[in-house]
């Protein structure tokens, strides 16, 4: 019997042109694609991406995993998508699961992924694909890093001592999912002398994508303006922030 195979597949930040020659071969030969989404999306970034690289009489399984920081309920919504998956690879399909940016960080994939290795002998490969905050740094013609210099990536600023020690001992840091803790980062980079020296980007690579040198310095005064609630609003939001000059 034809084992199947499970694919993670990097799908990058929005772009489709900037899906790997690799990921877009697995893409187009897998028999059923897997997009993750969350409760309230009509359809995941991630497969509206690749939409239109699909064959029309390729399978999509959409699987729903919501935006919760709630162990319990996640494990449900992880458990359920696994045994979808499963239940293909039994039959010796080939499954390709994509995700935005590349599949090792910070990605759905990685805690399916665990649970189907756990469960039988799959053959499983992992396409990387091209990071959000590498994707920001191109559109805003930065480098990430120099020489020797060291680069840190901190997702989901919530506890502001630890920012401010990675602020101090790198020259540049990456701080992802940014939206809802905004207004006290850019206080903290003010403190330090380094909000001219960040890029603000939203949705980066995406039709609607929102890209901006330099920040806002004091959100509690200018909490009426557009531009701030465009800051805000969306979840694929990161700052990239320089010690040294990027102009």
């Known amino acids: 019997m034809v084992k199947g195979v499970f694919y993670g597949v990097g799908v990058g930040p929005g772009d489709p042109e900037l899906i790997t020659l690799k990921g877009y071969r697995v893409l187009r ?3 059923v694609i897997c997009s993750p989404k969350s409760r309230a999306e009509k359809e995941g970034v991630a497969l509206s991406i690749v939409r239109s690289l699909l064959d029309i009489k390729q399978k999509v399984l959409e699987l729903t995993f919501p935006m919760t920081n709630d162990k319990v309920e996640l494990e449900l919504y992880w458990d359920k998508a696994v045994r979808q998956i499963l239940s293909l690879l039994k039959e010796g399909k080939k499954v390709a699961f994509i995700t935005l940016g590349d599949p090792s960080l910070y990605s759905t994939y990685t805690y399916v992924l665990k649970k189907i290795k756990q469960a039988g002998s799959y053959p499983v490969e992992t396409i990387p694909g091209v990071a959000s905050f590498c994707a920001c740094a191109a559109a805003a013609n930065i480098p990430l890093a120099e020489g020797d210099e060291k680069l840190a990536i901190i997702p989901a600023v919530k ?4 920012l401010r020690l990675a602020l101090q001992n790198f020259e540049n840091i990456v701080l992802m999912k940014i939206a809802r803790n905004y207004p006290a980062v850019v206080k903290v980079l003010a403190e330090l002398g380094l909000e001219g020296q960040a890029i603000y980007a939203s949705r980066c690579g995406l039709p609607d994508g929102f890209l901006k040198a330099g920040l806002l310095t004091l959100p509690e005064e200018l909490e009426e303006l557009e531009e701030l609630k465009e800051m ?14 990027y102009g």
């Open 159 to 162: 506890d502001l001592d630890p």
């Open 232 to 245: 805000q609003k969306d979840y694929l939001s990161l700052i990239i922030t320089k010690r040294s000059s």
């Open 29 to 31: 030969e897998a028999d």
